[in-house]
């Protein structure tokens, strides 16, 4: 049996800054992937996220901005290029948009008001029939490079990467000891971080966890008619929440054309179990908004996208520790641009149980509750 100081159970965004952030402190880690590099199972696939300050919460935004800089950190340490500025703006008629840049002032996020007439200037494939907020350093991440990147970062500093070995079993052995068993054997740990979002359930039967809904999504990437270096990354809110879900998102892909999608409103699904198709119903309507609003895109010449959203009832992220296992899931779809700072978070759990106080959200640690297959030894 193996035997390491932590061993990171999966392998997406925030299990792998997970592991560059401990491995950073000298700890001897292993991160465990069920599934081969790059695959496409989970929530942290593809070449776009949309990176933003632009949150009504200030822990929200201290906690973008913590990560603002691991993202320039890690880019200097893989020469990978991840975070890109190109503006950003929200519009519509939800009165949210002004709770929005109360927040923004409140904490000295550059933005501005701008009329319709003067977005739809600045951006011509956007129709804007309301006041917009820019948020000039809002910008793309490129998902797939991030993951790749932090783990390039924590194998240089010592860490083991082990992709295609699936975690059958989490065995707490009292508060110092964790059996990790996987097909291809097992490991001895002090610590588990358990980064397996939709699969938080399934993996952790005994652990106490709000309740989760792991949805299938369906955003789309149309074809560009206005070059993608020209789009800012954009939501779009309705004050109707029946209108279009309520709202859209998007961001341009480069070489892939326009992402857009709802937020959160795909069907339920199991994680193992997924056809990885769109609904038709909800397509249409993706194609409907476009050929409404989005004057820069073909509506017509689109590739729809699959992924998954793990959503807690308050959209807020479960970062705890549980006894030796720490836990993160229910990124709720806007937990990517936060990855490097929730791995220095789960980083403080997995070595004292506390974090210094830059997350919106509590981070706490809880005795392991006494349970079969999680039961301490005699």
Known sequence: MDTFDVAIVGGGVMGSAAAWQLARRGAAVVLLEQFAAGHTNGASHGASRIFRLSYPDAGYIRLAREAEGLWRELEHVTGARLLTVTGGVDHGDHPSLHELADGLAASGVPHRWLRPEEAAERWPGIRFATAALYHPDSGRLHADRAVAAFQEAAEKLGAVVRHETPVRAIEPRGDETVLVHTDAGGYRVRRVVAAVNGWAKKLLPTVPLPPLKVTQEQPAHFAARVAEPGWPSFGHRFADPGHFHGGIYGLATPGEGIKVGFHGVG??????????????????????????????????????????????????????????????????????????????????????GRSRPLSPVPVRSWPLPVAPGCSRPD
């Open 267 to 352: 069907p339920e699904v199991d994680p193992d179990d997924r056809d990885f198709t769109p609904e038709p119903v909800q397509l249409a309507a993706l194609r409907e908004y476009a050929r409404r609003w989005l004057p820069g895109v073909d509506p017509d010449v689109f590739a729809p996208i699959s992924c998954t959203y793990t959503t807690t009832p308050d959209a807020n992220f479960v970062l705890e520790r549980h006894g030796p296992i720490v836990v993160a899931t229910g990124f709720s779809g806007h937990g990517f641009k936060f990855a490097p700072a929730v791995g220095r978070i789960l980083a403080d759990l997995a070595a004292s």
